[in-house]
């Protein structure tokens, strides 16, 4: 799978490019400026030089032509950057795994966007974009640590059947993860809330703490989960 990820020379989106790369996927790391992130793919492949990760640095405008889009900006960029890409994005499906989260002392607390999540507003302001939310949940150390293996559920929000299809299809290439589809980009308020829930827990007992579903049984590879 092609992947772009815009924004994605920040701590989450360099770490989800290592995970998609060492799981199979052509990335392209997205940056508004190149070389910054031709510096961060640099970066990778030289950490893991024995994975020969398939990763590389370009524009955001770049990012956007790959079969699959993810949006790894900071929270408060999300919206205006996805509008200046809106015809790159045009009809294709992006993945936003944007929390809006504030930290107040030692406590990290939910932002609510007028939406109610970061993916929804960003659909709201990207109509022919298959928006969808995933991978908010995903601790960018952990995840980036490719010597670490995962074991988590992740839960996909989509309203288009095509951007559940192929956003689970994306999770599903990381080793140790498993897609469930939650339901609407309307359910991605109480996920994108629930980041900073278990980055409180991780904080307080000083683990590192990830969300598995008990009882729950999928058909591989499936959007209808």
């Not at 052509?26 to 793919?41: F, M, Q, T, Y």
């Not at 205006?80 to 030692?106: F, H, I, P, Q």
């Not at 939910?110 to 974009?129: C, D, E, F, M």
């Not at 999770?171 to 589809?181: E, F």
């Amino acid at each position: 799978m092609r992947v772009g990820i815009v924004g994605g020379t920040g701590a989450a989106g360099r770490a989800l490019a290592a995970r998609l790369a060492a799981g199979g996927c052509d990335v392209l790391i997205g940056s508004r400026v190149l070389e910054r992130a031709a510096d961060s793919a640099s970066e990778l492949r030289s950490a893991w030089p024995e994975l020969s990760l398939a990763v590389e640095g370009s524009t955001n405008e770049d990012a956007c032509e790959r079969d699959v889009v993810v949006l790894a900006t900071p929270w408060e960029g999300a919206v205006a950057t996805s509008l200046d890409l809106a015809d790159r994005l045009e009809g294709r499906t992006l993945v936003s795994m944007v929390n809006a989260l504030s930290r107040m002392g030692s406590e990290f607390q939910a932002i609510v966007p007028a939406r109610g999540s970061i993916a929804a507003t960003v659909q709201a302001v990207l109509p022919k974009v298959r928006v969808t939310a995933a991978f908010q949940h995903l601790p960018a150390r952990e995840l980036g640590d490719l010597t670490s293996t995962l074991e988590s559920d992740i839960l996909v929000c989509a309203d288009d059947p095509i951007g559940a299809e192929e956003t689970i299809a994306l999770v599903n290439t990381i080793r140790g993860l498993r897609a469930v589809h939650c339901g609407s980009l309307a359910s991605a308020n109480a996920v994108e809330a629930l980041t900073a829930v278990l980055l409180n827990v991780n904080i307080r007992h000083k683990s590192h703490v990830s969300l598995h579903l008990e009882g729950l049984t999928l058909p591989t590879q499936s959007a209808a989960n």
